[in-house]
């Protein structure tokens, strides 16, 4: 069982910059590719990026690439979400999300094993 907790949401103004933490219990982080995901009022939860298990490939959805950046310290446990430029469309729910240790990363949220409780993001304009 693997317990992932969010943090970092907030209010910001438009082009303002927040950064999300992860953290995940247990010992096989390490061997687990993460992902981050965002649901906003009325609308069906999306994908936002994803990191594999070494953090040495990431995937972004086209609405944040190049303002938003995705890293992990398997030290910490811990995967963050660095978002720059915020936009009001990117208001939402951010949630972190574990991967069955060795799977490659992906896109897709049924693929992915446990999600955290989500940190709310509101960019006013």
């Known amino acids: 069982q693997v317990q992932l907790v969010e943090s970092g949401g907030g209010l910001v103004q438009a082009g303002g910059s927040l950064r999300l933490s992860c953290v995940a219990s247990?010992?096989?982080?390490?061997?687990?590719?993460m992902g981050w995901f965002r649901q906003a009022p009325g609308k069906e939860r999306e994908f936002v990026a994803a990191?594999?298990?070494?953090?040495?490939?990431?995937y972004y959805a086209d609405s944040v690439k190049g303002r938003f950046t995705i890293s992990r310290d398997n030290a910490k446990n811990t995967v963050y979400l660095q978002m720059n430029s915020l936009k009001p469309e990117d208001t939402a729910v951010y949630y972190c999300?574990?991967?069955?240790?060795?799977?490659?990363?992906?896109?897709?949220?049924?693929?992915?094993?446990?999600w955290g409780q989500g940190t709310q993001v509101t960019v006013s304009s």
């Open positions: 999300a574990a991967r069955t240790p060795l799977a490659v990363m992906t896109t897709r949220g049924y693929e992915y094993d446990y």
């Open positions: 247990g010992r096989t982080f390490s061997s687990r590719a």
């Open positions: 990191i594999n298990w070494s953090g040495g490939t990431t």
